[in-house]
């Protein structure tokens, strides 16, 4: 049974920061790209961050940009997403997802095969 279990959510005041971490269990994902996505209520999920299982490029939304690091772990099988300057309008359930893809579409959930359950940010002003 293969999981991906986020954790690290919470709630903060406007300024401040989060790291959020998604573990899998269950397979290897060394070869696999990983992704944040994000879901504020009545609104879409959205692309955040990814890390690219084809030379491990990284990639973020514009909205997140200099805010946002993504890394991962020695084993690939962690991720992490260091948030900071946090602000209301980040306030989601952030998801993250897992899939294996050769195209550049990363904000695409249909290139990822698996998700977290989700983790809970809310930020208030």
């Known amino acids: 049974q293969v999981s991906l279990v986020e954790s690290g959510g919470g709630a903060v005041q406007a300024g401040a920061s989060l790291r959020l971490s998604c573990t899998v269990y269950?397979?290897?994902?060394?070869?696999?790209?990983m992704a944040w996505f994000r879901q504020a209520p009545g609104r879409e999920r959205e692309f955040v961050a990814m890390?690219?299982?084809?030379?491990?490029?990284?990639h973020y939304a514009d909205s997140v940009k200099g805010r946002f690091i993504i890394s991962r772990d020695s084993s690939g099988n962690t991720i992490y997403l260091q948030m900071n300057s946090l602000q209301p309008e980040d306030t989601a359930v952030f998801y993250c997802?897992?899939?294996?893809?050769?195209?550049?579409?990363?904000?695409?959930?249909?290139?990822?095969?698996?998700w977290g359950q989700g983790t809970q940010v809310t930020v208030s002003s």
């Open positions: 997802a897992a899939g294996k893809f050769y195209n550049n579409l990363y904000g695409y959930t249909g290139n990822y095969n698996y």
């Open positions: 269950g397979r290897d994902f060394s070869d696999y790209s």
């Open positions: 890390s690219h299982l084809l030379g491990g490029s990284i």
